[in-house]
């Protein structure tokens, strides 16, 4: 197994800043790259204050705060990535978007794994787009990262057997669970997770129930800690919309097919709690 010291992660967004702060929290050295430097910024600003709440909670020493964030630094050229053991891309989930990335940093040397932390799409369609694809591999951590215990770790079809290895062994580390899985779309999470969202979304676009009663029914029925409209909101409209298209596109089953209510809700903006609202509302949003 290759031995992972310093990690860097491309795309300083919520999945971007949560898996720097793991990282770090797990003393490697991180490099977190956006092209956006208020991004980053951000992100730093967020990993702190989601480190100082670990302390409160006794999660972690109080004294460590500086320690960890100290061991975070920023850039905004994917060049700064180049000394990296591994590297995280976990950019917007579009397609073109991450081949761009990961593309760019094969072309840059260095034997460093690449990482998609993408929800949905083919690791083999990633890979191949660089000079290593035997060192490309999915790390899907779940959201919020510092909480979630789960990571899928998906396997693409030139994956080969030592990084894998190296990924598990990494994600125990961090004081994850993670599990392998193979590359079909949605890998097990989504393909699971998705249709049993969007039913729900066309059970409230055909009437069945308000969008309050059929979260209550799954959260006291079936035991989810949080209803399927209440989870949609909280992934992202667009990124259920996404991550859906894939599965239909992929599988080409009809059975993936968006609610046309979920479309119309991403059409007028209403993307859930990044927006202020989508099947809910929430206060002190934009």
């Not at 079809?157 to 030592?162: C, I, K, M, P």
């Not at 927006?275 to 949003?285: D, V």
């Given at each position: 197994?290759?031995?992972?010291?310093?990690?860097?992660?491309?795309?300083g967004g919520t999945m971007g800043n949560g898996i720097?702060?793991?990282?770090?929290?797990?003393?490697?050295?991180v490099t977190?790259?956006?092209?956006?430097?208020?991004?980053?910024?951000?992100?730093?600003?967020?990993?702190?204050?989601?480190?100082?709440?670990?302390?409160?909670?006794g999660v972690i020493e109080a004294g460590a705060v500086d320690e960890m964030i100290g061991r975070i630094r920023t850039a905004t050229d994917t060049g700064a990535a180049a000394e990296?053991?591994?590297?995280?891309e976990a950019v917007p989930e579009k397609?073109?978007?991450?081949?761009?990335?990961?593309?760019a940093l094969s072309d840059a040397g260095g034997e460093a794994i690449l990482a998609s932390n993408t929800s949905s799409i083919s690791i083999t369609a990633l890979a191949a787009a660089t000079s290593r694809p035997e060192r490309v591999?999915?790390?899907?951590?779940?959201?919020?990262?510092?909480?979630?215990?789960?990571?899928?770790?998906?396997?693409?079809l030139q994956t080969d057997d030592a990084t894998t290895a190296t990924v598990m062994e990494l994600a125990r580390s961090l004081g994850k669970t993670p599990v392998e899985v193979n590359d079909f779309p949605g890998f097990v999470s989504n393909r699971v997770l998705m249709p049993m969202i969007n039913e729900a979304v066309f059970a409230l676009m055909e009437g069945v129930a308000e969008a309050e009663a059929i979260d209550t029914v799954m959260k006291l029925g079936m035991s989810h800690p949080m209803g399927p409209l209440?989870?949609?909101?909280?992934?992202?409209?667009?990124v259920c919309l996404a991550i859906l298209e894939v599965l239909r596109n992929g599988i080409?089953?009809?059975?993936?097919?968006?609610?046309?209510l979920l479309r119309q809700m991403v059409a007028a903006g209403r993307l859930g709690r990044k927006t202020g609202r989508g099947f809910f509302e929430y206060e002190g949003r934009a």
């Amino acid at each position: 197994m290759t031995r992972i010291d310093r990690v860097a992660v491309v795309g300083g967004g919520t999945m971007g800043n949560g898996i720097a702060h793991v990282f770090a929290q797990g003393g490697h050295p991180v490099t977190l790259v956006d092209v956006d430097a208020a991004r980053t910024d951000a992100a730093v600003a967020t990993i702190r204050k989601n480190l100082e709440r670990q302390a409160r909670k006794g999660v972690i020493e109080a004294g460590a705060v500086d320690e960890m964030i100290g061991r975070i630094r920023t850039a905004t050229d994917t060049g700064a990535a180049a000394e990296a053991d591994l590297v995280v891309e976990a950019v917007p989930e579009k397609l073109e978007l991450k081949r761009e990335i990961l593309r760019a940093l094969s072309d840059a040397g260095g034997e460093a794994i690449l990482a998609s932390n993408t929800s949905s799409i083919s690791i083999t369609a990633l890979a191949a787009a660089t000079s290593r694809p035997e060192r490309v591999i999915g790390m899907h951590f779940m959201n919020p990262v510092p909480v979630m215990q789960l990571v899928e770790v998906i396997r693409g079809l030139q994956t080969d057997d030592a990084t894998t290895a190296t990924v598990m062994e990494l994600a125990r580390s961090l004081g994850k669970t993670p599990v392998e899985v193979n590359d079909f779309p949605g890998f097990v999470s989504n393909r699971v997770l998705m249709p049993m969202i969007n039913e729900a979304v066309f059970a409230l676009m055909e009437g069945v129930a308000e969008a309050e009663a059929i979260d209550t029914v799954m959260k006291l029925g079936m035991s989810h800690p949080m209803g399927p409209l209440a989870l949609a909101d909280f992934i992202g409209l667009d990124v259920c919309l996404a991550i859906l298209e894939v599965l239909r596109n992929g599988i080409g089953d009809p059975k993936y097919r968006p609610c046309p209510l979920l479309r119309q809700m991403v059409a007028a903006g209403r993307l859930g709690r990044k927006t202020g609202r989508g099947f809910f509302e929430y206060e002190g949003r934009a």
